[in-house]
């Protein structure tokens, strides 16, 4: 099957990487990743599908449930670890789960990836219904673990994507949406944590993010939905609410010191003068999209 992977593959513009300098090294695996990005641009219409079935998904109550082992499974916890400080999203909205479990983040752990038996038990533990997406990260696409989960996925009748570097993986033939970025040959040869790794998390970063702005947690370009827990974030969230409401940022620090830092409840109560509970049912009504309150309030 090896013959069928791209990442698999020599590489042939590294060639003499073993004896090259230091300078050569970097100059060598940089261009390689430069090619990421354009690859990644290849698929921006299948993220899009993705990003609208996660995000209808989010709107039911649904959860983002990422599957993968090794780097995959790395990456996908990764991005699920982000979601509650940047969106301040529940935690157990975005799941990041990975063959051979916690362990595994730091140790490989030996046939993790080729265990169907694995795949069962994670899977059996999240309770999974129709309102969840699955995601299935793989570079090769034809993990055991990966492959079984997006088949238990099926049965649920959840939404389903993959995501791999492989234009002949097995997970394509399952998911419902398939996000194949085709990175080529490795650096090094079969080190899928460079230029696969590197397009797996861009890609789930337009995931996230972008499931995320679809359903309030962005006005304009800002972070409104920010959890403040160092005083890094509740610097921004300060200069997020002056900027928004169009006040100083000490009548923004009083605000939301009052309010335990609700970032759009703080806006609200500024810009329209009203009360924490009447800008909460405004929120409630609008589920959370702060444009879609101003376009109403602005008309009253």
């Given amino acids: 099957m090896s013959d069928l992977i791209i990442t698999e593959k020599t590489n042939p513009n590294t060639l003499n990487i073993d004896v090259a300098s230091s300078l050569e090294i970097a100059r060598m695996i940089n261009e390689e990743d430069k090619k990421v990005a354009e690859k990644v641009s290849e698929n921006l219409t299948s993220i899009a599908d993705a990003i609208d079935i996660i995000s209808e998904n989010f709107l039911k109550g649904g959860r983002l449930l990422y599957f993968g082992a090794g780097t995959s499974g790395r990456l996908g916890v990764l991005d699920a670890s982000e979601c509650p400080p940047t969106f301040n999203s529940p935690n157990d909205m975005v799941q990041g789960i990975i ?27 999240l309770d999974i219904t129709e309102k969840d997406t699955v995601v299935s990260i793989s570079a090769s696409g034809n993990a055991n673990y990966v492959i079984e989960v997006l088949k ?7 939404k389903t994507i993959a995501l791999t570097c492989n234009p002949m993986a097995n997970i394509s033939k399952i998911a419902d949406v398939v996000i194949c970025i085709e990175t080529g040959a490795e650096v090094i040869t079969g080190s899928t944590r460079m230029k696969a ?73 500024i810009k329209y003068s009203i009360s924490y509970e009447k800008a909460t049912n405004l929120l409630d009504k609008f589920n959370g999209v702060l444009g879609k309150v101003f376009s109403v309030c602005n008309k009253n």
């Fill in 99 to 125: 063959a051979g479990g916690d362990r595994a983040l730091r140790f490989a752990i030996e046939g993790a990836e080729d265990s169907c038996e694995l795949a069962r038990k994670d899977f059996e533990k």
């Fill in 152 to 158: 238990l996925a099926k049965e649920k009748k959840s």
């Fill in 197 to 269: 790794g590197t397009a797996q998390k861009m890609v789930l970063n337009m995931l996230t993010t972008g499931a995320m702005i679809k359903i309030g947690k962005v006005y304009k370009n800002f972070m409104i939905d920010v959890k403040p827990t160092n005083i890094k974030l509740k610097d921004r969230a300060q200069r997020i609410v002056s900027e928004i409401a169009h006040c100083s940022q000490d009548e923004a620090k009083t605000v939301l010191e009052s309010n335990e830092y609700k970032v759009k409840e703080a806006i609200l109560q």
